[in-house]
């Protein structure tokens, strides 16, 4: 062995010896301006109704959020993602876009109780059309790309005008970025920001998420528009159509960390995110449940392995834990 080698045989576990040397060698750590929380907000009064396969969450009526917001900003939450679950469908959601829309009231609400947070607001139709689909069809039941960019326009407009802070297009559209930019921009929103679901796969782990959001497809996928879970390369192309339209940061969803790894060196001066998503939240309080293994263990390992591929920031249904426990 070189002189080198024996120098260097015994630093792992020197360096391993005990918590001081541990805390001060290690590389990533968990910051609550980091962490993204979820919200259901669901049409209606005086609801606050469990979400069965997500143990602790919840869909919330509107005036439950004063309450909900408090306890939020205790426990150090700093930024929020809206959903919101209607009751009046139609063909072409055209509840997502209305002045005294229902998540537009949650971003009035939520900007008044918390004037400190950054609130996010999903910009996509599966949760406001009767079909479930992420936008209008065409005559053969498909769904249109393009007839459906000028109303997503015009629900981001709506969303900016209620004060989200930014909005989360999350329908893999092509030109999606690029045409949300340019309605902001027609309407004095330059500030309104961008936060694209540049790379969403299309996965089986999203089916808690059709309970909470109450907005699956009737008929048919979404595998004409999110991207397969072979492929990697892709989200490269995915990324950069993103970045060149437009978008301020980028979702990474489910947040694998290669795709992660692979988006933050190709745009370092980027911010990357990455999505724990309710199915894995659903997995990791099912194993818990079964005392299969330790819940606070497993949710710091998953979200420091996002930090170490590169994620900038995470959205997670444990991120109000998470602030309140290990940040
Ligand atoms: C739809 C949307 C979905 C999720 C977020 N936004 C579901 C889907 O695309 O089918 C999934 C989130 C999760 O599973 O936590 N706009
Ligand atoms: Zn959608």
Same mark, same amino acid.
């Given at each position: 062995?070189?002189?080198?080698?024996?120098?260097?045989?015994?630093?792992?576990?020197?360096?391993?010896?005990?918590?001081?040397?541990?805390?001060?060698? !290690?590389? !990533? +750590?968990? +910051?609550?301006?980091?962490?993204?929380?979820?919200?259901?907000?669901?049409? $209606?009064?005086?609801?606050?109704?469990?979400?069965?396969?997500?143990?602790?969450?919840?869909?919330?009526?509107?005036?439950?959020?004063?309450?909900? *917001?408090?306890?939020?900003?205790?426990?150090?939450?700093?930024?929020?993602? =809206?959903?919101?679950?209607?009751?009046?469908?139609?063909?072409?959601?055209?509840?997502?876009?209305?002045?005294?829309?229902?998540?537009?009231?949650?971003?009035?609400? =939520?900007?008044? &109780?918390?004037?400190?947070?950054?609130?996010?607001?999903?910009? &996509?139709?599966?949760?406001?059309?009767?079909?479930?689909?992420?936008?209008?069809?065409? *005559?053969?039941?498909?769904?249109?790309?393009?007839?459906?960019?000028?109303? =997503?326009?015009? !629900?981001?407009?709506?969303?900016?005008?209620?004060?989200?802070?930014?909005?989360?297009?999350?329908?893999?559209?092509? $030109?999606?970025?690029? %045409?949300?930019? *340019? /309605?902001?921009?027609?309407? /004095?929103?330059?500030?309104?920001?961008?936060?694209?679901?540049?790379?969403?796969?299309?996965?089986?782990?999203?089916?808690?998420?059709?309970? %909470?959001?109450?907005?699956?497809?009737? @008929? /048919?996928?979404? =595998?004409?528009?999110?991207? +397969?879970?072979?492929? /990697?390369?892709?989200?490269?192309?995915?990324?950069?159509?993103?970045?060149?339209?437009?978008?301020?940061? #980028?979702?990474?969803?489910?947040?694998?960390?290669?795709?992660?790894?692979?988006?933050?060196? !190709?745009?370092?001066?980027?911010?990357?995110?990455?999505?724990?998503?309710?199915? @894995?939240?659903?997995?990791?309080?099912?194993?818990?449940?079964?005392?299969? #293994?330790?819940?606070?263990?497993?949710?710091?390992?998953?979200?420091?392995?996002?930090?170490?591929? $590169?994620?900038?920031?995470?959205?997670?249904?444990?991120?109000?834990?998470?602030?309140? +426990?290990?940040?």
């Amino acid at each position: 062995m070189s002189q080198l080698n024996q120098a260097l045989i015994r630093r792992p576990r020197r360096l391993r010896q005990d918590a001081r040397w541990r805390a001060f060698v !290690q590389s !990533q +750590h968990l +910051h609550a301006v980091n962490f993204i929380m979820p919200l259901f907000i669901k049409a $209606g009064d005086k609801i606050c109704q469990p979400i069965q396969s997500m143990p602790g969450q919840f869909q919330y009526s509107l005036d439950q959020l004063p309450q909900v *917001a408090e306890r939020l900003a205790e426990s150090g939450i700093q930024n929020v993602l =809206l959903f919101g679950v209607v009751q009046d469908k139609d063909p072409l959601g055209q509840a997502a876009a209305q002045s005294n829309g229902l998540i537009q009231q949650a971003i009035q609400i =939520l900007k008044h &109780c918390c004037p400190h947070w950054l609130v996010i607001a999903d910009l &996509c139709f599966c949760e406001y059309t009767d079909h479930g689909h992420c936008g209008v069809l065409d *005559a053969n039941g498909q769904l249109d790309n393009d007839a459906t960019l000028p109303h =997503l326009v015009a !629900q981001a407009v709506s969303l900016s005008k209620a004060g989200a802070d930014l909005v989360a297009p999350s329908g893999m559209l092509d $030109g999606m970025v690029a %045409a949300v930019r *340019a /309605g902001l921009d027609a309407h /004095g929103h330059t500030q309104c920001g961008i936060m694209s679901y540049a790379v969403k796969y299309a996965s089986g782990l999203y089916a808690p998420f059709r309970e %909470a959001g109450e907005g699956a497809p009737q @008929s /048919g996928d979404r =595998l004409s528009h999110q991207m +397969h879970v072979a492929n /990697g390369e892709e989200a490269l192309l995915e990324a950069r159509l993103d970045v060149e339209q437009g978008a301020d940061m #980028l979702l990474i969803k489910p947040g694998y960390g290669d795709v992660v790894y692979r988006v933050t060196q !190709q745009y370092p001066d980027i911010p990357v995110g990455a999505y724990h998503v309710s199915g @894995s939240y659903a997995m990791i309080k099912a194993a818990a449940e079964k005392g299969w #293994l330790n819940e606070a263990e497993v949710i710091e390992e998953v979200m420091l392995g996002y930090r170490r591929a $590169g994620a900038q920031f995470i959205v997670t249904y444990f991120a109000d834990w998470i602030t309140q +426990h290990l940040c």
